[in-house]
């Protein structure tokens, strides 16, 4: 069964920085793509940020410029730069990763993290 565990949220006030990790408990190169999800109470779950396994990255618009998403295939760890952080990206932050075939997809999802900002 994959594992992904997730670290590196809490408090921080608006413009400051965190970083999020992502450790899979396989080679994240298993995957087709892994990425961060975010989700607020009442809300659907939205992608932050994703990367692919050939390297390709993808964001959200409202973190574009923001968010930096990178991997260490040594740690099996993906990581997620959040830098200038806006009240409005406090959210339970979840860490995805997929693997796809010709015939669908499965995915699986870290319990997540909580990021509040505010001051």
């Known amino acids: 069964q994959v594992q992904l565990v997730e670290s590196g949220g809490g408090l921080v006030q608006p413009g400051g920085s965190l970083r999020l990790s992502c450790a899979a408990s396989?080679?994240?190169?298993?995957?087709?793509?892994m990425g961060w999800y975010r989700q607020t109470p009442g809300n659907e779950r939205e992608l932050v940020a994703v990367i692919t396994r050939g390297g390709v990255t993808n964001y959200a618009d409202s973190v574009k410029g923001r968010f930096t998403i990178s991997r260490d295939n040594a740690k099996s760890t993906v990581y997620l730069q959040m830098n200038s952080l806006k009240p409005e990206d406090t959210a339970v932050y979840s860490c995805?990763?997929?693997?796809?075939?010709?015939?669908?997809?499965?995915?699986?999802w870290g319990k997540g993290t909580l990021v509040t900002v505010s001051s």
């Open positions: 396989e080679s994240i190169f298993s995957f087709n793509a």
């Open positions: 995805n990763a997929r693997r796809a075939w010709s015939v669908g997809s499965l995915d699986y």
